[in-house]
């Protein structure tokens, strides 16, 4: 015994004075499960006791004894009987079938995938117990893995009805909504309502989950998965698990419809639809019985004897004895006999006699004479020719493509395997040419959806992830196509560009480049609306911007965008803001002791404006001469700024 099971205050306790609990075998959310005895009918019984600290929950409470009223009201050897309910102090229990075994979570997790036989014999017995229920009004809203028992003795139920609730009363908060996330129909999760077809979807989940070992939808969070539900198809389990039936991909893809009028009515309905499929498939619920069934005798179990047959009785009445016969009624005995066993030679003889012409005839004209066309599929034709003549057939070699067989293999004949022809009849051994070409015009202009089609269509399988670009072109547009030989490298050495329409082979893999769009032109924009545009369609924009400046963009404001040279951004590059630091300055030229003319030349050489006294306007050049500038020599200005020379006549 555990040091939990030791410390487990109920083990040993006597619950109401009928209940002796053994051992605890199950803790959940709501309560804990133990086994006990009950002391008036001597049996086993299981015992489900409310957790303490919800006991002074009206709710959890009411939810308790509904449990016990709604499962006590099902009668079916499906559904894991309830035998009582009461409170002993502050401490509420049910009282139900002890069913020694394991779940179907259990099995899951020990084999991961069921065989086809094992699930139809499951999803029988669920089906009946929960068609018990609809019948009775009664929705489980819990239906999941974990709830459904597989006993030692091979019977199958389905227990824990503690959610169910009245198809009446089918409506439930947000807060009420305590199905299981991985099980939960999409109307529970988009308007909280419940009812028999709810409990149908999550029988399709867990169908889906016994044929693949796995469920359709997984995530981090619940959410993810409740989302999922809301808006996704389950997928065919056939995709995971190639063996599985159509039929049983059918019936799980009903199950599990999103809009419940589209789903079967109640589990009688689905159940009906698993008979047919059941003798469609010619598979029949199978319990392999793992125990004894029901009570053995002391006296039986230390024999190791279930049954005993009686022996047979003597025969009773008179015997009849044989008259004693004379001599000649002896030998007239005799005689018969002897004529008796020379009638039934001469009867072999002519029956030999006719057997042998008979196969004479049937294998010298008749159907024995016709030999039977040999499995020579997946041989070479060498191999294939030589194994026809053996049967003294005359092979005829043709060729055709195929995806499927290997160049130079045999793919069929001719007449087909198994057909018996005469001797000497020709077949016609087909041989593999490999993949047929596959011819393709021009991509340009064409969205993913339509390239994907048309590649699809010649047997060219298109790689799932595309390449994205921007560029001018609307988002979704095929901007390149790129396709791979099959067997060949990795390292696209042997790509074949497709865009403007190539030739290929059926199995061959196309990657498709995609149009994203146009980079958003983000020029004279702010640093930090320029940053977020461009970050929301993808592209990393560096933290440290570059600046420059710029006679026309404002200062702050983004001049472009650098990113990688030399071919179409895609998302995810790193690009680099350029902002502008507004227009650029120019050194003031030293002109001090040039002339007027000569100064002002070279001022306005350097894209200055000037400046002097109007004085100096009237007097001759060559007797001025300047003295100072201001802005000074070696000061940085704008083009266009005004200089203010000052001059002296020098004359």
């Known amino acids: 015994?555990?040091?939990?099971?030791?410390?487990?205050?109920?083990?040993?306790?006597?619950?109401?004075?009928?209940?002796?609990?053994?051992?605890?075998?199950?803790?959940?959310?709501?309560?804990?499960?133990?086994?006990?005895?009950?002391?008036?009918?001597?049996?086993?019984?299981?015992?489900?006791?409310?957790?303490?600290?919800?006991?002074?929950?009206?709710?959890?409470?009411?939810?308790?004894?509904?449990?016990?009223?709604?499962?006590?009201?099902?009668?079916?050897?499906?559904?894991?009987?309830?035998?009582?309910?009461?409170?002993?102090?502050?401490?509420?229990?049910?009282?139900?079938?002890?069913?020694?075994?394991?779940?179907?979570?259990?099995?899951?997790?020990?084999?991961?995938?069921?065989?086809?036989?094992?699930?139809?014999?499951?999803?029988?017995?669920?089906?009946?117990?929960?068609?018990?229920?609809?019948?009775?009004?009664?929705?489980?809203?819990?239906?999941?893995?974990?709830?459904?028992?597989?006993?030692?003795?091979?019977?199958?139920?389905?227990?824990?009805?503690?959610?169910?609730?009245?198809?009446?009363?089918?409506?439930?908060?947000?807060?009420?909504?305590?199905?299981?996330?991985?099980?939960?129909?999409?109307?529970?999760?988009?308007?909280?309502?419940?009812?028999?077809?709810?409990?149908?979807?999550?029988?399709?989940?867990?169908?889906?989950?016994?044929?693949?070992?796995?469920?359709?939808?997984?995530?981090?969070?619940?959410?993810?998965?409740?989302?999922?539900?809301?808006?996704?198809?389950?997928?065919?389990?056939?995709?995971k698990n190639p063996g599985v039936p159509e039929p049983l991909d059918e019936l799980v893809l009903w199950a599990t419809e999103r809009s419940p009028d589209d789903r079967p009515l109640d589990a009688r309905e689905m159940l009906q639809r698993l008979r047919e499929i059941e003798r469609e498939l010619g598979v029949a619920p199978v319990v392999a019985r793992t125990g004894p069934i029901g009570i053995v005798r002391d006296d039986v179990a230390s024999t190791g004897e279930l049954t005993a047959v009686l022996p047979g009785a003597a025969p009773t009445g008179p015997t009849t004895a044989m008259d004693a016969v004379d001599n000649a009624g002896r030998l007239r005995q005799a005689t018969r006999r002897r004529r008796t066993r020379g009638a039934w030679l001469l009867i072999l003889v002519l029956l030999l006699a006719a057997l042998a012409g008979g196969l004479g005839w049937y294998f010298g004209s008749g159907p024995g004479s016709l030999v039977a066309v040999a499995d020579v599929s997946g041989l070479t034709y060498e191999e294939a020719s030589a194994r026809l003549q053996q049967d003294s057939l005359v092979p005829v070699q043709q060729g055709e493509s195929s995806l499927e067989v290997a160049a130079g293999l045999v793919i069929r004949t001719d007449p087909p395997q198994g057909s018996r022809v005469d001797r000497e009849a020709s077949v016609n051994v087909f041989v593999s040419l490999g993949p047929a070409e596959a011819t393709f015009t021009s991509f340009a202009g064409m969205s993913e959806t339509d390239a994907r089609t048309v590649l699809g269509e010649q047997s060219v399988d298109t790689v799932d992830d595309n390449a994205e670009f921007f560029t001018e072109d609307a988002p979704g547009t095929v901007v390149n196509v790129s396709i791979r030989p099959a067997g060949a490298p990795e390292d696209g050495s042997q790509d074949v560009a497709c865009f403007e329409g190539c030739v290929v082979h059926q199995g061959d893999t196309a990657r498709l480049s995609v149009s994203v769009g146009p980079v958003p032109d983000v020029v004279n924009r702010s640093e930090g609306g320029a940053r977020s545009e461009l970050e929301g369609v993808g592209l990393v924009v560096a933290e440290e911007s570059v600046t420059e400046a710029s006679d026309t963009i404002e200062k702050d404001r983004v001049i472009r965008v650098n990113g990688p040279e030399g071919r179409a951004w895609q998302p995810g590059d790193a690009v680099t803001l350029v902002l502008s630091s507004g227009p650029p300055l120019f050194e003031v030229p030293d002109v001090v002791g040039d002339s007027r003319d000569e100064a002002i030349a070279e001022l306005e050489g350097a894209g200055f404006q000037v400046d002097y006294a109007a004085f100096f306007g009237v007097v001759p050049n060559d007797i001025t001469e300047v003295t100072a500038s201001d802005p000074a020599a070696g000061e940085f200005r704008v083009r266009g700024t005004r200089v203010y020379i000052q001059l002296t006549v020098t004359g």
């Open 1 to 239: 015994m555990s040091t939990s099971q030791q410390t487990d205050p109920l083990i040993g306790r006597l619950v109401d004075g009928r209940y002796r609990v053994r051992a605890r075998i199950a803790r959940g959310g709501m309560a804990t499960v133990y086994v006990a005895t009950d002391l008036r009918l001597e049996r086993r019984v299981a015992l489900k006791v409310m957790h303490g600290h919800l006991s002074d929950d009206t709710v959890f409470q009411s939810r308790f004894i509904q449990e016990a009223r709604a499962a006590a009201r099902l009668a079916d050897p499906n559904v894991v009987n309830v035998f009582d309910q009461g409170q002993d102090g502050d401490m509420a229990y049910l009282v139900m079938e002890y069913l020694p075994g394991i779940t179907l979570r259990e099995l899951l997790r020990e084999q991961r995938r069921l065989t086809v036989p094992q699930a139809i014999s499951i999803l029988d017995a669920v089906l009946s117990g929960l068609a018990a229920a609809h019948k009775a009004g009664i929705v489980h809203r819990d239906v999941k893995p974990e709830n459904v028992l597989l006993a030692e003795d091979g019977r199958i139920k389905i227990g824990d009805f503690g959610l169910a609730r009245a198809t009446t009363a089918n409506t439930a908060s947000g807060a009420q909504l305590l199905g299981t996330i991985a099980y939960l129909a999409p109307e529970l999760v988009t308007r909280g309502t419940a009812d028999a077809r709810s409990d149908i979807y999550a029988i399709g989940i867990m169908l889906y989950e016994m044929l693949t070992g796995e469920q359709p939808y997984k995530g981090e969070q619940p959410m993810q998965i409740a989302f999922q539900h809301a808006t996704d198809s389950v997928p065919r389990p056939s995709v």
